[in-house]
């Protein structure tokens, strides 16, 4: 809340969050070495998920500027604001999944 010739009061950091992230994967890879050959081959897994539940532009903003009656704390005893903020929370549910597959042949010409 901000009064213009008065004071202001607020904090920015009172709203409620929660960030609750989640992460698995899984990956195996697997060589294999048959005469002049060296093959290899594996994937992975990987699944994501993002939890968010963020309050912060829900707490409001007031302005008393004077507008109504030329002095701000007049208008803040009157309640008479000059501008009201106010926005939503944001909640996100995120979910991803990935996905990737491998294969690899080294071959030498000679045993060196």
Known sequence: MNVTNGFSVGSTGGALAIFDPTNVWLADDVDLIRGKHQIAFGG???YNQF???NNQLTNGQ???????????????????????????NGEDYNRSNYYS??????????PN
Do not use: H, K, P, V
């Open 51 to 53: 939890n968010s539940y």
């Open 44 to 46: 992975m897994t990987f």
């Open 101 to 110: 597959l491998y294969a690899q042949d080294s071959w030498r010409s000679t």
């Open 62 to 88: 007031w302005t008393f500027n004077g507008s109504i009656t030329g002095i701000g704390l007049a208008d803040f005893m009157i309640g008479r604001t000059s501008n009201y903020q106010q926005g939503n």
